[in-house]
């Protein structure tokens, strides 16, 4: 099953991604994301960046769906990374979010770009195209947060994204 769905532009790495796997008991750590998917020296990277211990695996959005659906899956505890909004969204339309944290915590700085984005948080940067598909995925995730690290309070997300 899925312990978390993360928005991270670093997807798996150090600090975090041993403290969230300890901290949700995973013993997965799946990656969504097509470009990476397809790129064997990012995808080394970040699988020598898993902590020991914990199988990882760096899929297109697509293929990670239908792993995430897969009944087998139902036995394990997962950690669905994606680096982005848009491949969230297109996660959470297609696998369930009951008993789920959706958590956007770290995007947006890594890309640049600041001047076309609104600040969310100190470390969300979105779009105004990313802030309607964060809204979006709202409509389906119940427990939607923004909780960069275990031991930070979660802050509904929605509610960070009221209208000034």
């Not at 750590?29 to 990012?42: K, S, T, Y």
């Not at 505890?77 to 958590?103: A, F, M, Q, Y």
Request: cysteine-free; overall charge negative.
């Amino acid at each position: 099953m899925i312990a978390m769905m993360r928005v991270d532009d670093r997807l798996i790495h150090g600090q975090v991604a041993v403290m969230w796997s300890k901290n949700l008991q995973v013993d997965r750590i799946l990656v969504a994301n097509d470009q990476i998917a397809g790129n064997e020296i990012q995808k080394s990277a970040l699988l020598m960046a898993a902590p020991d211990g914990i199988k990882a695996a760096i899929l297109p959005v697509e293929k990670a769906i239908g792993l995430a659906n897969n009944p087998r899956a139902a036995k394990l505890r997962i950690l669905l990374l994606v680096n982005n909004v848009t491949d969230l969204l297109r996660v959470v339309k297609e696998v369930p979010t009951e008993g789920v944290k959706v958590d956007i915590a770290n995007v947006g700085r890594v890309a640049g770009d600041l001047e076309n984005k609104k600040k969310i948080t100190d470390t969300v940067y979105l779009t105004d195209e990313e802030i309607a598909q964060a809204k979006e995925v709202g409509q389906s995730a119940q427990n939607y947060v923004y909780q960069p690290l275990p031991g930070d309070s979660a802050i509904p997300f929605m509610s960070l994204l009221k209208e000034d």
